[in-house]
């Protein structure tokens, strides 16, 4: 059974600093989506990551990917107050579209 | 509208209740997904629809009954539910299901509360 995790889980964090959120995973997949959620809303899609390799970049936060170590990082730059939500990496389990998410990691962005 | 929409946004129900969300996609796509979110937990995946047909379906208990008519339209009805039933429902969209680029679009939910 595939387990997808985050870590942190939560995490606070200061304008203008710079964190890294981790996604492991238990087992192949060479897909691996990024999504975001505020609160009471939906969830964003933010990154797909399709290769070993894979690096993507939007403004203040820059994905990558890692098929060998079966391991995702976000990477948050300078981080501001907008950046506070939700985040979630998820797997594409049998490439046919059934995405296994972590658990999310809160994230709050303080002044 | 644009996207995809869910109705009713909240939902309170009894136990004995029947009652059906609805999902509808505006963006063209061929797949549809319906995931609950509890509290503290991660998303779960509960059915899966490609052009029509379900192709996954995650071990969901039976009061929980998945409909397609046509790639643009997804219902969930409801019936017997229990008080941990009460969740987010979640439902997405996505171009074809597997696809290599394939982004799952997600709706804005419907919060339901079983009483």
């Known amino acids: 059974e595939l387990k997808v995790e985050q870590n942190p889980l939560f995490l606070s964090m200061q304008e203008g600093k710079n964190y890294t959120i981790y996604c492991n995973y238990s087992?192949?997949?060479?897909?691996l989506y990024w999504y975001r959620q505020d609160p009471g809303k939906s969830l964003e899609s933010l990154f797909v990551l399709l290769s070993n390799g894979a690096v993507k970049q939007e403004g203040r936060l820059m994905a990558s990917l890692d098929t060998k170590a079966r391991l995702s990082t976000l990477h948050i730059t300078a981080a501001v107050h907008d950046l506070s939500a939700t985040y979630f990496c998820?797997?594409?389990?049998?490439?046919?579209?059934?995405?296994?998410f972590g658990q999310g990691t809160e994230l709050s962005v303080k002044p | 509208e644009t996207g995809v929409t869910q109705t009713p946004r909240h939902l309170v129900m009894g136990m004995t209740n029947k009652k059906s969300l609805k999902c509808e996609q505006h963006?063209?796509?061929?797949?549809m997904y319906w995931y609950k979110q509890s509290a503290k937990k991660p998303l779960e995946l509960m059915f899966v629809y490609n052009f029509k047909e379900q192709t996954e379906n995650n071990s969901v208990p039976s009061r929980f009954s998945p409909e397609c008519p046509n790639s643009s339209h997804l219902f969930l009805h409801l019936h017997t539910l229990q008080p941990e039933d009460s969740a987010l429902y979640l439902c997405?969209?996505?171009?074809?299901?597997?696809?290599?680029?394939?982004?799952?679009?997600f709706g804005p939910g419907t919060r339901l509360t079983v009483l």
């Open positions: 997405a969209s996505s171009q074809a299901g597997g696809g290599a680029t394939d982004t799952q679009y």
């Open positions: 963006l063209g796509h061929n797949a």
């Open positions: 998820a797997v594409d389990y049998n490439q046919g579209g059934k995405l296994i």
């Open positions: 087992t192949t997949s060479d897909r």
